[in-house]
Structure formats: structure tokens, C-alpha cells
């Protein structure tokens, strides 16, 4: 009996699309990794499931309620530097956050700026929290150039940034804002009285349901700094800030910690060239677009010499030195490394970059997936060298 052609192509792909099935159903799955095995380097902890963090925890309830007096509000803001122009990115940034998190909790947002906010801005981001909102100017003296700036010597410098493909080096306004962001913002007067901060940028996503109080997370659990992604820098944009770093320590060795991250700070081995161009950093850093911290860090003495040290040095200007390094220096050599958590639970992107946890609280991101877009990107991320010196904490 013969079979018409059609029918039997259609037999066939049925029969493949069987196989197909029987394979996904009975593959052995790809085996997990656990710290210290070869290859943890390849091992995702995203892909475990993720729930609240240990230790003491405050969950939402009405003493939250926006406006009321004697709040279960600690000391603490969202945080962001942004322009009038962002003013749409800012509302989509807010509006995840507000969703998975401030509407619970209801903290303060603080929006700085180099020249005043519009009336636009201030409106269409107040229209997205029940909570208050504060527009702040950045007075000139924390923003322009300092004087002892050589507008020579960083004309050239910018040519030779440039020449090494350095993004946003020709813009002085790039520059103005790592400084700002390195040494600058918790010196703003109307920070004062804060002392923790959630650095938040436009466009930026939130993808999970947080419960729980994170900035009593930080005061309860005595955390300093608190991360989501860690990441490769172009050393070409920090050539010197690890030699100058060594000449601070040299001159200040007792501002070291005891239990410090320098192996993390100065590993040589999952990517020796970065370590090479930079060197002697391996250039691994937290990625600070997004950060909870505890602003008495930065404002402590060791700190503060340090961001002085760095400013006279003049590498914000004539290199590309980033905020994200410079904090992550600071803390890796200056902090109890145990006061660094990351912050595993909240889900969070910056193009093309993320942080997405295994829980049913996430919406919107794929569970152990660190980057979107070419597979290239996955090689920035260094958080397996977190995990190997320091741990999960
Ligand atoms: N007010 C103000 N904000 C700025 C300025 N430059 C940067 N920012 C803000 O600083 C943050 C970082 O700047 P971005 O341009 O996003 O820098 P980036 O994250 O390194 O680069 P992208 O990958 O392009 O996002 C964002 O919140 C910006 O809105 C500026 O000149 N003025
Ligand atoms: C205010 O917020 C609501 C709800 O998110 C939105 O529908 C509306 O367009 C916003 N109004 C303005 C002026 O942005
Ligand atoms: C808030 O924190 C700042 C900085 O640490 C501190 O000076 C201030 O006294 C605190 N205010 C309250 C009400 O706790
Ligand atoms: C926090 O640190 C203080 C002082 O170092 C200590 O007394 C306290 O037990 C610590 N609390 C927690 C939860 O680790
Ligand atoms: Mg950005």
C-alpha cells in the first residue's frame, strides 16, 4: 500500500517531535555545582531557590502608612542623580519599585541635579509614590571641575581615552558624575540627616515582590553596603587608580581591615589581563547603579582620605575612574567584608546586566541569567570571584 508523500513527511516529524519530548522529560539534568568543586566558576546560585535573607527582619504593616508620625521608617531615602530629560525613564524606574517594594514602606525619594528640576519632573514623579519627594540642586563647588585640574593635560588625556575606545570619555559631564557619585553626594546638605540610601537610576527594572524593611535589613543585621551584580571593568579607564591606591595604603596602613577583601580585589587568575592593564586590581567592582548603603562608611575618615587622596591624583578627569570601582576599593579594603550582602533576593537589571532569583516573587526575568543579549557578556561577571573569597552572606 502506498502512502502519499505528505502523510509521511507529517509521520516523520511526529515522530521527531516524540523524541524531542522524550528527551526534555529524561535528559539528565546538567549537574549542580557547589562551591569549591571544579568548575564553580560555571555554577549559577541564582538557579537555587531564593527566599528572604537570614536574620532579623521587619515586614510591611500600617506603621508604614505614608505621612504618619512615628513611622517604623528608619533613616533612609531612595536615592537618585538624574536629568530632566530622563524625566520618563525615572517614572518606569519608580514605578517598579514603587510596585515591588516602596508602596509597602513608603521611604522618602531624594532627586539630585546640576541645574534645577522642571516643573515636569517634579510632577510626574510625585504623581508615583505616596511618599514624599525632595528636588535638590548640587552645589557647584561639589560638581565642577576642580581647580587643580590641568584643562591641558585633560585635553590629551581624553584623546588617548578615546584612542583606547572608552565610552562617554569626551563627555565632562561623565567624569563630573563618577566624581560626584565617588565623593561626593553624601556631603549634600540635604542629606545630613540620612543615613542609609538606595541609588536608584532611570530605566532601570525591579522584578520581585519584596516584603521586608531593607533598609532595617542593613541597620538590624549590621550591613554596610548591599549589592546585586558584580562586574569586569575596562581596565583602560583605570590604569592608575590601583598604583595610586597603593601609595594611599602606604602612607595609611592602619585604615586597612583585618577582614578585608583583597583577594577579591587583587585576583590575578579568572581574567590575568584586566589584572595586568590594571595593575594589580582585577578590576572586579559592584556594580553601584544599584547600592543600599550605610552613608557613615563614606563619610568615615578612611574613607574620606582615601576619596581626597584619589581626587588631588586627578584620575577622574584624566583617566575615566568609575564610582563603581572607587566604592568597591574603598570597601573591599577599608570594610569588615562580612558587612557586605549581597542582596540576592531583589531582582534587578541595568541593561545589559542582571540579577534574577529563583522565587515565585519574580515576575519578568529569567532565573540565573546574569546578562541579555551576546553571550559575550557573560565573561563580565565576576560574582564567582565574590562568592570564592568572600561567600554568600
Ligand atoms: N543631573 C545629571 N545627572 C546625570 C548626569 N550624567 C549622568 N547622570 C545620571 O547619573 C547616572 C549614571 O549615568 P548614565 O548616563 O546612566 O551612566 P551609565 O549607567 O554608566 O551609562 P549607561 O550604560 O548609558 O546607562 C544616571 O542616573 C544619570 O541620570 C548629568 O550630567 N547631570
Ligand atoms: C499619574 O499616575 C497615574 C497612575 O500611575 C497615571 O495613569 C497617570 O498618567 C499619571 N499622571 C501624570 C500626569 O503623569
Ligand atoms: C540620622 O542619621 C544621621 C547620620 O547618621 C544622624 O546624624 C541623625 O542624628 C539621624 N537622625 C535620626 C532621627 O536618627
Ligand atoms: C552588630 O554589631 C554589634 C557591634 O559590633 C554587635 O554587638 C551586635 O551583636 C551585632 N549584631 C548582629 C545582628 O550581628
Ligand atoms: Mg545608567
Same mark, same amino acid.
Given at each position: 500500500?502506498?502512502?502519499?508523500?505528505?502523510?509521511? !513527511?507529517?509521520?516523520?516529524?511526529? =515522530?521527531?517531535?516524540?523524541?524531542?519530548?522524550?528527551?526534555? $522529560?529524561? @535528559?539528565?539534568?546538567?549537574?549542580?555545582?557547589?562551591?569549591?568543586?571544579?568548575?564553580?566558576?560555571?555554577?549559577?546560585? %541564582?538557579?537555587?531557590?531564593?527566599?528572604?535573607?537570614?536574620? $532579623?527582619?521587619?515586614?510591611?504593616?500600617?506603621?508604614? @502608612?505614608?505621612?504618619?508620625?512615628?513611622?517604623?521608617?528608619?533613616?533612609?531615602?531612595?536615592?537618585?542623580?538624574?536629568?530632566? /530629560?530622563?524625566?520618563?525613564?525615572?517614572?518606569? @524606574?519608580?514605578?517598579?519599585? /514603587?510596585?515591588?517594594? %516602596?508602596?509597602?514602606?513608603?521611604?522618602?525619594?531624594?532627586?539630585?541635579?546640576?541645574?534645577?528640576?522642571?516643573?515636569?519632573?517634579?510632577?510626574?514623579?510625585?504623581?508615583?509614590?505616596?511618599?514624599?519627594?525632595?528636588?535638590?540642586?548640587?552645589?557647584?563647588?561639589?560638581?565642577?571641575?576642580?581647580?587643580?585640574?590641568?584643562?591641558?593635560?585633560?585635553?590629551?588625556?581624553?584623546?588617548?581615552?578615546?584612542?583606547?575606545?572608552?565610552?562617554?570619555?569626551?563627555?565632562?559631564?561623565?567624569?563630573?558624575?563618577?566624581?560626584?557619585?565617588?565623593? *561626593?553626594?553624601?556631603?549634600?546638605?540635604?542629606?545630613?540627616?540620612? +543615613?542609609? #540610601?538606595?541609588?536608584?537610576?532611570?530605566?532601570?527594572?525591579?522584578?520581585?515582590?519584596?516584603?521586608?524593611?531593607?533598609?532595617?535589613? *542593613? +541597620?538590624?543585621?549590621?550591613?554596610?553596603?548591599?549589592?546585586?551584580?558584580?562586574?569586569?571593568?575596562?581596565?583602560?579607564?583605570?590604569?592608575?587608580?590601583?598604583?595610586?591606591?597603593?601609595?594611599?595604603?602606604? /602612607?595609611?596602613?592602619? #585604615? $586597612?581591615?583585618?577582614?578585608?577583601?583583597?583577594?577579591?580585589?587583587?585576583?590575578?587568575?579568572?581574567?590575568?589581563?584586566?589584572?595586568?592593564? !590594571?595593575?594589580?586590581?582585577?578590576?572586579?567592582?559592584?556594580?553601584? %547603579?544599584?547600592?543600599? !548603603?550605610?552613608?557613615?562608611?563614606?563619610?568615615?575618615?578612611?574613607?574620606?582620605?582615601?576619596?581626597?587622596?584619589?581626587?588631588?591624583?586627578?584620575?577622574?578627569?584624566?583617566?575615566?575612574?568609575?564610582? !563603581?570601582?572607587?566604592?568597591?576599593?574603598?570597601?573591599?579594603?577599608?570594610?569588615?567584608?562580612?558587612?557586605?550582602?549581597?542582596?540576592?533576593? $531583589?531582582?534587578?537589571?541595568? =541593561?545589559?546586566?542582571?540579577?534574577?532569583?529563583?522565587?515565585?516573587?519574580?515576575?519578568?526575568?529569567?532565573?540565573?541569567?546574569?546578562?541579555?543579549?551576546?553571550?559575550?557578556?557573560?565573561?563580565?561577571?565576576?560574582?564567582? %570571584?565574590?562568592?570564592?573569597?568572600?561567600?554568600?552572606?
Amino acid at each position: 500500500m502506498a502512502i502519499a508523500r505528505p502523510v509521511r !513527511a507529517l509521520g516523520l516529524a511526529a =515522530v521527531i517531535m516524540w523524541c524531542f519530548f522524550l528527551y526534555q $522529560i529524561f @535528559a539528565p539534568s546538567a549537574p549542580i555545582r557547589r562551591p569549591g568543586e571544579v568548575g564553580w566558576d560555571e555554577y549559577d546560585p %541564582n538557579l537555587e531557590p531564593t527566599g528572604e535573607p537570614e536574620g $532579623i527582619l521587619m515586614h510591611a504593616s500600617n506603621e508604614y @502608612a505614608p505621612g504618619i508620625e512615628n513611622s517604623a521608617r528608619i533613616n533612609a531615602t531612595l536615592l537618585a542623580l538624574v536629568r530632566n /530629560e530622563e524625566v520618563d525613564g525615572m517614572v518606569q @524606574a519608580m514605578r517598579d519599585l /514603587e510596585r515591588t517594594w %516602596n508602596h509597602k514602606f513608603n521611604y522618602p525619594w531624594t532627586f539630585f541635579n546640576d541645574v534645577p528640576f522642571s516643573e515636569e519632573f517634579k510632577t510626574k514623579t510625585q504623581n508615583e509614590t505616596k511618599a514624599e519627594c525632595k528636588y535638590e540642586l548640587i552645589p557647584k563647588e561639589h560638581w565642577e571641575m576642580p581647580s587643580w585640574i590641568n584643562k591641558d593635560l585633560y585635553d590629551e588625556s581624553i584623546k588617548l581615552l578615546l584612542d583606547e575606545k572608552i565610552q562617554y570619555a569626551d563627555k565632562i559631564s561623565y567624569h563630573q558624575m563618577c566624581r560626584w557619585n565617588s565623593g *561626593m553626594f553624601y556631603k549634600h546638605p540635604a542629606l545630613a540627616d540620612t +543615613q542609609f #540610601y538606595w541609588r536608584v537610576e532611570p530605566n532601570v527594572h525591579f522584578f520581585c515582590d519584596v516584603d521586608y524593611d531593607v533598609f532595617r535589613y *542593613m +541597620q538590624d543585621n549590621n550591613k554596610t553596603y548591599g549589592f546585586t551584580i558584580n562586574l569586569y571593568d575596562a581596565p583602560q579607564s583605570i590604569p592608575t587608580l590601583w598604583p595610586e591606591t597603593l601609595k594611599f595604603l602606604a /602612607e595609611h596602613p592602619e #585604615y $586597612i581591615h583585618e577582614n578585608n577583601a583583597m583577594d577579591w580585589l587583587t585576583d590575578s587568575i579568572r581574567r590575568p589581563d584586566h589584572n595586568k592593564k !590594571a595593575n594589580g586590581y582585577s578590576t572586579c567592582h559592584f556594580w553601584s %547603579n544599584f547600592e543600599i !548603603a550605610d552613608m557613615r562608611f563614606w563619610r568615615s575618615k578612611a574613607y574620606d582620605d582615601y576619596f581626597n587622596h584619589l581626587d588631588r591624583a586627578g584620575g577622574f578627569f584624566y583617566e575615566r575612574w568609575g564610582d !563603581a570601582p572607587v566604592h568597591s576599593i574603598g570597601l573591599g579594603l577599608f570594610e569588615d567584608s562580612s558587612r557586605i550582602h549581597w542582596f540576592r533576593d $531583589i531582582g534587578y537589571q541595568h =541593561v545589559p546586566f542582571l540579577n534574577c532569583p529563583n522565587s515565585n516573587k519574580c515576575k519578568g526575568c529569567t532565573a540565573g541569567k546574569p546578562f541579555e543579549g551576546e553571550s559575550f557578556l557573560q565573561k563580565e561577571d565576576c560574582r564567582p %570571584n565574590w562568592f570564592k573569597f568572600v561567600g554568600m552572606g
